[in-house]
C-alpha cells in the first residue's frame, strides 16, 4: 500500500509512482519569498527566457522575511518584487504585516490536501500540516516550476514517527519534534519524507511545529495525515497500514519531557531537567515553528499576572495577522503585555537575524523557532536555545531555562487538548 508522498506524487505525477522513481510533475503552487524573488526573477528571465509565469493564480509571493524593510536597499528590492507581481497579474501577493509564508499559505486557504507546493523556502515542509506535500527547493529550480509548472524529483522512501498518548502539563508539539531530531539526528531523515501518526488531536498550527521542524531532519517533506481537519483539497492522502516505510520511530508522549536543543545544532536535544542552571537574556516566541495563536496563549496562561524576570526582554513575534487577531480578541496580547512583553509585526522577525531582535556578542537566547545554528540571529558569539512557548514563558518568569511545570502550581500550562 502507497505512503501519503506515494500518494500525492501519484496523483501530480498522473501515474502509479513508488519510492525510489523518479518522476516529472506537475506543480500544484509555488511560493515565493522577498528573501530569494529578486533572484528567482532574474533567472526566470534573463537564464531561463520566460516572460510568463506559467499561471499566475498558483503563484503565492510573500513579503516575510524581512518586513518592513529594515534598509533602502531591501525596500527597493521589495518595491521591484511588487512592481513584477502587479505586471505578471499574480493575485495572491502577501505584504509586509500579512505573516510568514508558511502560516498564511494554510490560512488563505491556497495550500490543500494532497497538493503538490514547492517553495523558495526549506521550511515549505510547513505545508504537510494538512496534508500536502511542501517541499523547498534552489532557486532555480523554482524559476523552472514557474516557467513551466513542472518540477522533478525522487520519490522519496518514508519514515514514520509516531506518537503515543497524550502531552502532560508544560509539553507540547516542539518537545515531541526536538525528541524525533534528539533520535533520528540533522540527517537522519535526509531525502526521506517523514509521516507524523498519532497526532490528529492537535490543530493546523501545532500540527505545522511538526512538519517545519521535518527539515531540521532533512527531511524532503514532513507530512501529517489530515484527518481530525476542516480541510479539504485535491486528494486526502491517508495513513496505511502495510506502507513500506523505511523505520519507525516511537514517542510516548505521556512520559516526555520538556525538550531544549543547545547551541549550535538543532539535534544537540536534551531533557531541560539535564541542562542545569542557564541564564538567559532574551526570550524570542515567534516564527513559522512556533508563532502560531496556540502558542502565544500557552505563553500567556503561564505570563498571566506576572511579570517577566528583571534584566530579560521577551519578544513575540506573531506568525500570521490572523494569529495576532486573535490573540488581540481574546485577550492573550494584553496578558503578554502586561507581564512584560513586547510584540513585533507579524513576519520572520529576528529568526535569520536581519532585523527586529538581532543577538549581541555574548547573549543568550531561548528561541521558540527552529534553528540555533551559530551566528543565526545575529551575533556568533550569541547562544540560541530552542525550546516549546511553554518553556519561554516559563524561562522569562525567571531569567534561567526552566521548566513550565515548576511554575505552574500545577495547572495545566497546554490547556485544550490534553
Ligand atoms: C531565507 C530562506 C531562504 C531560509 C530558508 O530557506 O529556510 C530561511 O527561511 C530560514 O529559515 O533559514
Ligand atoms: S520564520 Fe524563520 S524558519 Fe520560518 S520561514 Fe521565516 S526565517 Fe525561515
Known amino acids: 500500500m502507497p505512503t501519503m508522498s506515494e500518494q500525492i506524487l501519484s496523483r501530480v505525477a498522473g501515474r502509479t509512482v513508488r519510492a525510489g522513481d523518479v518522476v516529472t510533475a506537475n506543480v500544484d503552487l509555488v511560493m515565493v519569498h522577498d528573501s530569494l524573488a529578486p533572484g528567482i526573477i532574474r533567472i526566470l528571465h534573463q537564464e531561463l527566457g520566460a516572460e510568463r509565469v506559467w499561471d499566475p493564480q498558483r503563484v503565492a509571493v510573500v513579503i516575510d522575511h524581512v518586513a518592513p524593510a529594515a534598509s533602502v536597499q531591501t525596500a527597493e528590492k521589495q518595491q521591484e518584487v511588487r512592481r513584477w507581481v502587479r505586471a505578471q497579474g499574480i493575485p495572491h501577493l502577501f505584504d509586509v504585516g500579512r505573516?510568514?509564508?508558511?502560516?498564511?499559505?494554510?490560512?488563505?486557504?491556497?495550500?490543500?490536501?494532497?497538493?503538490?507546493?514547492?517553495?523558495?523556502?526549506?521550511?515549505?515542509?510547513?505545508?504537510?500540516?494538512?496534508?500536502?506535500?511542501?517541499?523547498?527547493?534552489?532557486?532555480?529550480?523554482?524559476?523552472?516550476?514557474?516557467?513551466?509548472?513542472?518540477?522533478?524529483?525522487?520519490v522519496p522512501e518514508t519514515i514514520v514517527?509516531?506518537?503515543?498518548?497524550?502531552?502532560?502539563?508544560?509539553?507540547?508539539?516542539?518537545?515531541?519534534?526536538?525528541?524525533?531530531?534528539?533520535?533520528?539526528?540533522?540527517?537522519?531523515?535526509?531525502?526521506?519524507?517523514?509521516?507524523?501518526?498519532?497526532?490528529?488531536?492537535?490543530?493546523?498550527?501545532?500540527?505545522?511545529?511538526?512538519?517545519?521542524?521535518?527539515?531540521e531532519m532533512g527531511a524532503k517533506a514532513g507530512i501529517v495525515p489530515p484527518t481530525g481537519l476542516n480541510v479539504t483539497g485535491p486528494l486526502l492522502p491517508t495513513v496505511t497500514a502495510d506502507a513500506g516505510?523505511?523505520?519507525?520511530?516511537?514517542?510516548?508522549?505521556?512520559?516526555?519531557?520538556?525538550q531544549v536543543s543547545a547551541p549550535h545544532y538543532v539535534d544537540n536535544v536534551a531533557n531541560l531537567s539535564d541542562l542545569g542552571r542557564v541564564a538567559v537574556d532574551v526570550v524570542y516566541l515567534g516564527t513559522c515553528t512556533n508563532g502560531h495563536y496556540e502558542d502565544m496563549a500557552v505563553a500567556a496562561q503561564i505570563l498571566a499576572g506576572r511579570r517577566l524576570a528583571p534584566g530579560v526582554r521577551m519578544i513575540v513575534v506573531?506568525?500570521?495577522?490572523?494569529?495576532?487577531?486573535?490573540?488581540?480578541?481574546?485577550?492573550?496580547?494584553?496578558?503578554?503585555?502586561?507581564?512584560?512583553?513586547?510584540?513585533?509585526?507579524?513576519?520572520?522577525?529576528?529568526?535569520?537575524?536581519?532585523?527586529?531582535?538581532?543577538?549581541?556578542?555574548?547573549?543568550?537566547?531561548?528561541?521558540?523557532?527552529?534553528?540555533?545554528?551559530?551566528?543565526?540571529?545575529?551575533?556568533?558569539?550569541?547562544?540560541?536555545?530552542?525550546?516549546?512557548?511553554?518553556?519561554?514563558?516559563?524561562?522569562?518568569?525567571?531569567?534561567?531555562?526552566?521548566?513550565?511545570?515548576?511554575?505552574?502550581?500545577?495547572?495545566?500550562?497546554?490547556?485544550?487538548?490534553?
Not at 498564511?104 to 494538512?130: F, K, N, R, W
Not at 516505510?245 to 520538556?258: A, H, R, W
Not at 520572520?348 to 551559530?374: D, S
Open 99 to 154: 505573516g510568514i509564508s508558511h502560516p498564511v499559505l494554510v490560512e488563505e486557504g491556497l495550500a490543500q490536501p494532497g497538493m503538490l507546493i514547492l517553495g523558495s523556502d526549506s521550511h515549505s515542509t510547513a505545508y504537510g500540516c494538512v496534508g500536502a506535500f511542501g517541499t523547498g527547493m534552489g532557486s532555480t529550480d523554482i524559476a523552472l516550476a514557474l516557467a513551466t509548472g513542472k518540477t522533478w524529483l525522487r
Open 161 to 215: 514517527v509516531r506518537a503515543r498518548g497524550r502531552f502532560g502539563f508544560g509539553v507540547g508539539p516542539k518537545d515531541l519534534a526536538l525528541r524525533a531530531a534528539r533520535l533520528l539526528r540533522a540527517d537522519g531523515a535526509t531525502y526521506a519524507a517523514i509521516e507524523w501518526h498519532g497526532v490528529e488531536f492537535l490543530s493546523v498550527m501545532e500540527r505545522m511545529t511538526l512538519a517545519t521542524l521535518s527539515i
Open 245 to 258: 516505510y523505511q523505520e519507525v520511530v516511537e514517542i510516548d508522549l505521556d512520559q516526555l519531557e520538556p
Open 318 to 418: 506573531p506568525a500570521s495577522a490572523q494569529a495576532l487577531q486573535r490573540a488581540a480578541a481574546d485577550g492573550t496580547l494584553a496578558t503578554l503585555l502586561a507581564a512584560g512583553a513586547t510584540i513585533g509585526t507579524p513576519g520572520c522577525g529576528a529568526c535569520i537575524g536581519r532585523h527586529m531582535g538581532v543577538l549581541a556578542p555574548g547573549e543568550v537566547c531561548l528561541f521558540t523557532g527552529n534553528r540555533n545554528f551559530r551566528g543565526r540571529m545575529g551575533s556568533p558569539e550569541a547562544q540560541i536555545y530552542l525550546a516549546s512557548p511553554a518553556v519561554a514563558a516559563a524561562t522569562a518568569l525567571t531569567g534561567y531555562l526552566t521548566d513550565p511545570r515548576t511554575v505552574m502550581d500545577g495547572q495545566p500550562a497546554i490547556a485544550s487538548r490534553n
